[in-house]
């Protein structure tokens, strides 16, 4: 059952909404900056290091606070500290509303007391907690909800780039494939601390993917965009 939830968590079949989210990828490649295998290569490892990073340690800290049954106030602190570490309003909000559609989907599959006291203390929570408290209900362990949080912030822009950009599938399947030891070694470091203060939690920074999520935001009261964020 841990395994299934890992994988039905990371599948972008999974009714949570992602698949609308191109990661910052869209306005990436509107600017000239990802044209090619090769620009999506350095796009996608820089956005594991430094998004991916955060997302994952605060899985990893969701899916630990779950399995010892932390109260409310650590479900706000968590949610507070990633607000935090999100300084693009843009930003916050796609991580929102992905959390709110995984968690209206998740719940229905591995209901849980965590998972209703992280919607009690915020009915819109930010999408790693919801994949930590779900993944933890599913009975998967807080390195791997990490784990699952790492692959789907490069997942989805890899998938968001043969679209837009009309990239060879295979050839971005093999660059996800590339990047499978620097994944591991996010859910190390993100296992590492999960049972941290939420206030000690990672707090990579990526100003670049900030600026594209405003940018983008800005585009779509001008423009159609293929993708929400």
Avoid: C, K
């Amino acid at each position: 059952m841990a395994g299934l939830a890992v994988l039905a968590l990371a599948d972008a079949r999974f009714p949570g909404g992602g698949h609308v989210h191109s990661g910052g990828v869209e306005e990436a490649a509107r600017q000239g900056l990802v044209t090619d295998v090769s620009n999506l290569r350095e796009f996608l490892s820089g956005r594991l290091r430094t998004t991916g990073s955060v997302q994952g340690a605060f899985a990893a800290a969701a899916a630990h606070a779950a399995l010892r049954s932390a109260p409310h106030g650590h479900w706000r602190a968590l949610d507070a500290e990633f607000d935090a570490r999100t300084p693009s309003p843009a930003q916050r909000s796609a991580s929102r509303a992905q959390g709110r559609g995984t968690a209206r989907s998740g719940r229905i599959a591995w209901p849980s007391a965590a998972l209703d006291r992280l919607l009690a203390v915020s009915p819109r929570p930010h999408h790693p907690l919801v994949l930590g408290a779900l993944a933890a209900g599913g009975g998967t362990a807080p390195r791997d909800a990490a784990l699952a949080a790492g692959y789907l912030t490069i997942s989805g822009p890899s998938s968001a780039a043969v679209r837009l950009l009309g990239l060879d599938p295979l050839v971005v399947n093999g660059v996800l494939a590339g990047l499978a030891a620097e994944l591991d070694e996010l859910a190390d470091r993100a296992a590492a601390f999960a049972g941290a203060d939420p206030a000690e939690l990672p707090a990579s920074s990526a100003p670049a993917l900030e600026l594209f999520a405003e940018a983008h935001e800005r585009r779509q009261q001008d423009e159609v965009r293929l993708f929400a964020s």
